[in-house]
């Protein structure tokens, strides 16, 4: 049975950002941590490869590795592999990392959780650039890299350290999207043989159908 498998990230966040900042906030912006994936931007996501490469898994399934069987080869997607692919960084010490809550008392006080479309309008609204492109960053990180839905939620998190911009960039991000990339492998695998299969994946799948 043929399955179905959307991806709600979208690459034009990087577009509504930089609409939202002058020229030296658009420059610290494509020296973040998140420009490498800008460039992926050309690649349509293949829903019907994902669910093709979930039936091709094979197990065990661990958090280290995915290893698919393609014809009879066993091709592997590792924590390195993502990281050649999507430029993210994967190591790094975030142990000791400051968090700050000034972002969200100040933009986010009265909302409670906090969601894209909200997240959007505090940028746009904000009348300090160097708040706008911390902002913007957090949207761009949580459209491409942690979207499930527009209606999901934000990690607090992530307003919490970006107020450090050079920490925010040094965090090992590619990591926690790899380990989300992975879960939906790992969560999808164990459904019954001839259930639908009509799901959201999330992290970055791009990666893994770019693998192979």
Known sequence: MVG?????????????????????HGDMLRQSFLWPLYHMRDVQYSGQIIDALLCRLLRPVDSDSLHFDLGGKVVSFS???????????????YTAIERSNRLYETYFQEHGSVHLPELMVAIRGCDQMLDRLKLGLVY????????????????????????DIDAFNSYPWGQRCYEDTVHVFTRLHSRPRGSIRKYDTYGLPLAVQLNV
């Open 140 to 163: 761009i990180l949580e459209s491409v890299m942690r979207c499930h839905h527009k209606k999901t939620a934000i990690d607090i998190f992530h307003l919490e350290v970006v107020d």
């Open 4 to 24: 179905k498998a959307t991806w709600n990230s979208s690459f034009e966040s990087f577009t509504a950002v930089l609409e939202q900042l002058d020229d030296h």
């Open 79 to 93: 924590i390195y592999e993502f990281s050649l692919i999507a430029g993210l960084r994967i190591t790094g010490d």
